[in-house]
């Protein structure tokens, strides 16, 4: 992907493409224009010798403390180097990739300050495909993602450790390899760098484009679950969802119906005794549109996060003004985060309750467990024991983080967003619950089995066809184990997005 940073609204469908591959990115002339007015501006402050925050100061309580202008190099990175105290698991090279790109859209908006070398050596890192090792853990969110960023920044200035291709190396080798130069940091530069909510958008983006790929895998599996009950799909009626009027209700049900559109198994049982289904069946559009609204919101956050200034202070060429603020403080993505991490939540959840349907003879009218002999055989039991088990985990992850708050920096930053792990601990979650949708389209796969001759719609045969290559159906007891993980890795990697691409908010062109 190539891509000119160039002042203009980086949109959800270009962040979700460099989250997926490597990119090219370049500063338009635009962009050159303004990070050099702001540049040059903070030299005449300097020059000047007007004390202020992060330029000629020290950071945190000790802002107070003024720095000599012989000092202000060493300044710079002796913040990127005392602030990189981040542990835990290293972020994955799509995140920091993200977090990279993000941070170029960021400070080529003109308002941070820095050189345009230095933006130009981010750009160098992400055209290279050199990413810096940086740990998950160590971030409140409210100076913005101070220690994670600081890895990163470490990288530019030759410290500390990058992947390449896989590997991971000494950050100066990293450069030395790609041709590229350890950065000197001028005034600002490092604070710049660090100040700011990419790690925690990043995280979050990544999170959000996952849940699209899920909740599309999600409406498969429920219209499979539907038809394999022998299900009625007269609550997708769009009269219905029209009266109530919500958009993310009205398009899940269009899905739905498109999917199941031509059943031959649906057509069977047309005049049937059955007055209603289950909610889990029933309630589909209900509850997956809610879901879906809220995945369209939090798309809306991320989309204006990831194009945002979030570092301070704030250099405003055009009243010649350097301004303190909190743009840093990342609260809006611990919210946006925290409303997600629901919807994943209840994604999972209703889909453990299609598969808690299935295995129940007295409400599917299927074979109990859904296999033949059962007694010899067990069929899925445990297989929907294992989706409650992560349906059940999901609860305890989806408390909000940003409920809670420990003051750091001897109380200079009093309050804190906690938005880094509140994104972070997504991911857990979408891992449970590719899991359970997994599960569930091989259970209704193989209820489905059960009504040939009678097929199900084009579409969901298609889908079953393909589930088959994956896993063969269900004929007498083995370990599912390893088609469980199979089917949940390329729902992940967006196998059934395409079916609901046009109501996915990064997915829709």
Same mark, same amino acid.
């Given at each position: 992907?190539?891509?000119?940073?160039?002042?203009?609204?980086?949109?959800l469908?270009?962040?979700?493409?460099?989250?997926?591959?490597a990119?090219?990115?370049?500063?338009?002339?635009?962009?050159?224009?303004?990070?050099?007015?702001?540049?040059?501006?903070?030299?005449?402050?300097?020059?000047?010798?007007?004390?202020?925050?992060?330029?000629?100061?020290?950071?945190?309580?000790?802002?107070?403390?003024?720095?000599d202008?012989?000092?202000?190099?060493?300044?710079?990175?002796?913040?990127?180097?005392s602030?990189?105290?981040?542990?835990?698991e290293?972020?994955?090279?799509?995140?920091?990739?993200?977090?990279?790109?993000?941070?170029?859209?960021?400070?080529?908006?003109?308002?941070s300050?820095?050189?345009?070398?230095?933006?130009?050596?981010?750009?160098?890192?992400?055209?290279?495909?050199?990413?810096p090792?940086?740990?998950s853990?160590?971030?409140?969110?409210a100076?913005?993602?101070?220690?994670?960023?600081?890895h990163?920044?470490?990288?530019?200035?030759?410290?500390?450790?990058?992947?390449?291709?896989?590997?991971?190396?000494?950050?100066?080798?990293?450069?030395?390899?790609?041709?590229?130069?350890?950065?000197?940091?001028?005034?600002?530069?490092?604070?710049?760098?660090?100040?700011?909510?990419?790690?925690?958008? !990043?995280?979050?983006?990544?999170?959000?484009?996952?849940?699209?790929?899920?909740?599309?895998?999600?409406?498969?599996?429920?219209?499979?679950s539907?038809?394999?009950?022998?299900?009625?799909?007269?609550?997708?009626?769009?009269?219905?969802?029209?009266?109530?009027?919500?958009?993310?209700?009205?398009?899940?049900?269009?899905?739905?119906?498109?999917?199941?559109?031509?059943?031959?198994?649906?057509?069977?049982?047309?005049?049937?005794e059955?007055?209603?289904?289950?909610?889990?069946?029933r309630c589909?559009?209900?509850?997956?549109?809610?879901?879906?609204?809220?995945?369209?919101?939090?798309?809306?956050?991320?989309?204006?996060?990831?194009?945002?200034?979030?570092?301070?202070?704030?250099?405003?060429?055009?009243?010649?003004?350097?301004?303190?603020?909190?743009?840093?403080?990342?609260?809006?993505?611990?919210?946006?985060?925290?409303?997600?991490?629901?919807?994943?939540?209840?994604?999972?959840?209703?889909?453990?309750?299609?598969?808690?349907?299935?295995?129940?003879?007295?409400?599917?009218?299927?074979?109990?467990?859904?296999?033949?002999?059962?007694?010899?055989?067990?069929?899925?039991?445990?297989?929907?024991?294992?989706?409650? !088990?992560?349906?059940?985990?999901?609860?305890?992850?989806?408390?909000?983080?940003?409920?809670?708050?420990?003051?750091?920096?001897?109380?200079?930053?009093?309050?804190?967003?906690?938005?880094?792990?509140?994104?972070?601990r997504?991911?857990?979650?979408?891992?449970?619950?590719?899991?359970?949708?997994?599960?569930?389209?091989l259970?209704?796969?193989?209820?489905?089995?059960?009504?040939?001759?009678?097929?199900?719609?084009?579409?969901?045969?298609?889908v079953?066809?393909g589930?088959?290559?994956?896993?063969?159906?269900?004929?007498?007891?083995?370990?599912?184990?390893?088609?469980?993980?199979?089917?949940?890795?390329?729902?992940d990697?967006?196998?059934?997005?395409?079916?609901?691409?046009?109501?996915?908010?990064?997915?829709?062109?």
């Amino acid at each position: 992907m190539k891509l000119v940073i160039n002042n203009q609204l980086v949109t959800l469908d270009v962040l979700r493409l460099a989250w997926r591959e490597a990119a090219q990115v370049s500063i338009g002339d635009g962009a050159k224009v303004r990070i050099a007015e702001s540049n040059e501006l903070v030299q005449d402050v300097v020059a000047g010798g007007d004390r202020i925050y992060g330029l000629n100061t020290g950071f945190g309580q000790l802002a107070q403390v003024r720095i000599d202008t012989d000092q202000l190099a060493k300044l710079q990175e002796n913040l990127v180097r005392s602030h990189a105290v981040g542990v835990g698991e290293i972020l994955s090279d799509e995140i920091v990739r993200l977090v990279m790109l993000m941070k170029v859209i960021a400070l080529a908006e003109g308002f941070s300050g820095v050189r345009l070398e230095l933006v130009e050596a981010l750009c160098g890192l992400i055209n290279n495909e050199i990413y810096p090792c940086i740990p998950s853990q160590g971030s409140v969110g409210a100076s913005g993602d101070l220690a994670p960023l600081a890895h990163m920044a470490s990288t530019l200035i030759g410290v500390g450790e990058a992947r390449v291709n896989g590997t991971v190396v000494p950050a100066s080798q990293a450069l030395e390899q790609a041709g590229l130069s350890p950065v000197t940091l001028g005034p600002k530069e490092g604070l710049a760098l660090l100040n700011g909510t990419q790690v925690s958008t !990043a995280l979050a983006l990544a999170a959000v484009f996952r849940t699209e790929n899920l909740l599309a895998a999600g409406l498969m599996a429920g219209a499979m679950s539907a038809d394999a009950i022998q299900g009625s799909d007269t609550p997708f009626d769009k009269r219905i969802q029209n009266v109530r009027g919500h958009g993310g209700q009205i398009a899940v049900a269009g899905v739905l119906r498109e999917l199941m559109q031509g059943s031959d198994i649906r057509a069977s049982h047309i005049e049937c005794e059955r007055v209603q289904d289950p909610y889990s069946i029933r309630c589909q559009p209900q509850v997956m549109g809610a879901c879906l609204d809220v995945v369209r919101h939090v798309c809306s956050v991320l989309e204006t996060e990831a194009n945002a200034v979030t570092d301070n202070p704030l250099v405003f060429t055009d009243s010649k003004s350097v301004l303190s603020g909190g743009n840093f403080h990342a609260e809006p993505v611990a919210l946006a985060a925290d409303y997600l991490a629901l919807s994943i939540a209840e994604i999972g959840a209703l889909s453990e309750r299609r598969i808690a349907l299935l295995i129940d003879s007295h409400m599917s009218g299927l074979p109990a467990f859904l296999v033949r002999d059962g007694g010899v055989n067990s069929g899925f039991m445990m297989a929907q024991v294992t989706a409650a !088990a992560l349906a059940s985990e999901n609860k305890s992850h989806a408390h909000p983080a940003s409920v809670d708050s420990l003051p750091t920096s001897a109380n200079q930053e009093d309050h804190v967003s906690m938005a880094t792990f509140a994104a972070r601990r997504l991911h857990a979650m979408l891992d449970n619950v590719a899991n359970i949708i997994a599960i569930e389209l091989l259970a209704a796969a193989q209820g489905i089995d059960f009504h040939h001759p009678k097929k199900s719609s084009p579409i969901l045969e298609t889908v079953i066809e393909g589930l088959r290559k994956i896993s063969p159906a269900y004929d007498e007891d083995r370990s599912l184990s390893v088609d469980i993980q199979r089917v949940a890795a390329s729902i992940d990697q967006g196998a059934y997005a395409d079916y609901a691409a046009s109501v996915l908010p990064s997915l829709r062109t």
